[in-house]
């Protein structure tokens, strides 16, 4: 049990340096996208400790609480992730529905630290994160539900297993529409460019992280890059068929995140009814299409 | 043979060490807050984009005080920005720098005999680095900030400690031009 949890942690701290190692390199791709140079790649690691050794103002002990509830809760989800088919903290525990449910803590706690700072951009950044999580979640959990009536199974190891012994066969091939959704989705879940609405800088000054500076930033941006690792590894487990060993997770990882910043780089930001309306209009038609095609005529490649 | 000897450090030395390895991140992760009121911001796109690219040196924009480290006056400061301004520079998260731009801030430029604009910006915050001109030349920009990020390296950029330690001079100062600095009506809670 103390190794599983401390395996757990390790777990956390791999997705955090991976993904804020990964996010550095691609602040240069997207500058090289621009015609720009690009900063350092350990550029993030230096805009974290930065944050954290700055000076700090509260606005209250809901907001303090909140931001440990957030990345508290963020480290605990990392906890399940499974990184290779081997490399399990709780071999037993990475179901799918898991995440979904263990992910909503920290958002929650995010959305809670937020409110308490009394900004009401706060609020309406909150407002329209979750109004974005109404939009992908559909579309995407239609086309997991697909996934798992297929596997059998919603073990994110189990499934990865499947796509490997199925003759390598991934689901983004075996379900090109329900592949192009999830990516969809995923853009929405990382929150990059044209479903960036509830950060939106210059619009409502970055939206829930409004009243924050200094450690509690600092806080948030490792909370922000523990979630993109666990929701951009979902998507490897989920489409790309996971990994045998940790080289092959890195290089999907990095194919997976660097695609979604590249087509992030080129889009301008929708307003949030246009993210409803455009995640109600094509990608649920495009999932239930292909959740009909796979499970009643049986279509899979 | 060398030998090393390990003696215990005070707590001062310590700090100060804790301090030295702060302002390595600090002066390479300088978050910008913009708060363009003259021309001399115009000087800022050029040196953000890819002609210059500021993000070179880990400086990028920032959407709020509280995240930002550095605050930019670009230009000359009429006393209802200045009002604004101060409200501003004392929401940002310490260590904080303020850098101006241009001939406006530091001796009043082509308005010093305006009856709407304050004329030295130092004395009524504190400033780190001058950018001298009107306008200054993108180079002379990348240059102000390659120079406040040496001054944060020889600890010289404490004008955020001025701030605590002189602030009743800089309150006289700021009542002097403003009347009161902190007002409470309807426009501005």
Same mark, same amino acid.
């Given at each position: 049990m /103390? ?5 757990? &942690? %390790?777990? =956390?701290? $791999?997705?955090?340096?991976? *993904?804020?190692?990964? !996010? ?26 930065k ?15 909140g931001? /440990? ?5 963020? &480290? %605990?989800? =990392?906890? $399940?992730?499974?990184?290779? *088919?081997?490399?399990i !903290? ?16 920290g ?36 086309v ?27 689901f ?11 990516l ?14 509830h ?8 939206g ?14 490792i ?15 989920l ?23 590249i ?39 | ?18 301090w ?26 050029p ?29 000359y400061?009429?006393?209802k920005?200045l009002?604004?301004?101060i ?79 002189r ?10 031009a ?12």
């Open positions: /103390i190794t599983g949890i401390l395996f757990g &942690i %390790g777990v =956390a701290f $791999f997705g955090f340096v991976l *993904q804020t190692s990964i !996010a550095g390199v691609n602040r240069k791709v997207v500058a090289r996208v621009q015609k720009r140079y690009g900063p350092k790649w350990y550029q993030e690691f230096l805009d974290i400790f944050l954290l050794s700055k000076r700090s103002v509260t606005h209250g002990w809901v907001f303090d609480f931001v /440990i509830m957030a990345l508290g809760g963020i &480290i %605990g989800t =990392a906890m $399940f992730m499974p990184i290779t *088919q081997n490399l !903290a709780f071999p037993e525990y990475d179901n799918f529905f898991i995440f979904v449910y263990l992910i909503a803590v958002m929650l706690g995010m959305a809670m630290s937020a409110s308490g700072s009394g900004n009401p951009l706060a609020s309406i950044g909150v407002m329209r994160a979750l109004t974005t999580m109404l939009a992908y979640e559909v579309p995407f959990m239609i997991v539900l697909t996934i798992i009536k297929l596997t059998g199974t919603s073990s994110l190891s189990e499934i990865a297993a499947f796509q490997q012994l199925a003759g390598n066969n991934w983004f091939i075996a379900l090109p529409l329900g592949g192009i959704v999830g969809m989705s995923l853009m929405g879940m990382v929150g990059k460019k044209p479903f960036e609405t950060i939106a800088p210059a619009e409502i000054a970055s829930p992280m409004v009243e924050y500076g200094g450690k509690q930033l600092g806080m948030l941006f909370m922000h890059e523990i979630t993109v690792f666990i929701e951009v590894s979902l998507f490897v487990h489409f790309l068929g996971g990994a045998d060993n940790i080289i092959f997770f890195v290089i999907k990882y990095f194919a997976v995140y660097t695609t979604i910043n087509i992030s780089s080129v889009y301008g930001r929708f307003k949030i009814d246009q993210v409803v309306l455009f995640f109600y209009k094509w990608p649920i038609t495009m999932a239930i299409v292909q959740a009909f095609i796979a499970i009643y005529l049986g279509w899979v490649i | 043979m060398l030998s090393t000897k390990f003696t215990k450090m005070t707590k001062e030395e310590v700090d100060r060490k804790w030295e390895i702060g302002d390595f991140f600090r002066r390479n992760s300088l978050w910008m807050l913009m708060y363009c009121t003259g021309c001399c911001a115009i000087e800022l796109p040196a953000m984009t890819s002609a210059y690219d500021m993000e070179r040196l880990g400086m990028g924009p920032m959407a709020t005080p509280r995240q930002a480290d550095v605050l930019l006056v670009t230009g400061l009429s006393l920005t009002r604004r301004l409200y501003t520079y004392e929401q940002m998260s310490e260590p904080k720098y303020v850098v101006g731009f241009g001939s406006c801030t530091i001796n009043g430029g082509i308005y010093h005999d305006s009856h709407a604009v304050i004329n030295q910006l130092d004395q009524y915050v504190p400033v780190d680095v001058y950018v001298a001109g009107c306008m200054p030349n993108t180079e002379a920009v990348m240059n102000g900030f390659v120079d406040l990020m040496d001054l944060i390296k020889s600890k010289k950029a404490n004008g955020w400690k001025d701030y605590h330690k602030y009743e001079w800089y309150l006289e100062n700021q009542k002097a403003l009347g009161e600095v902190r007002v409470h009506d309807e426009f501005h809670e």
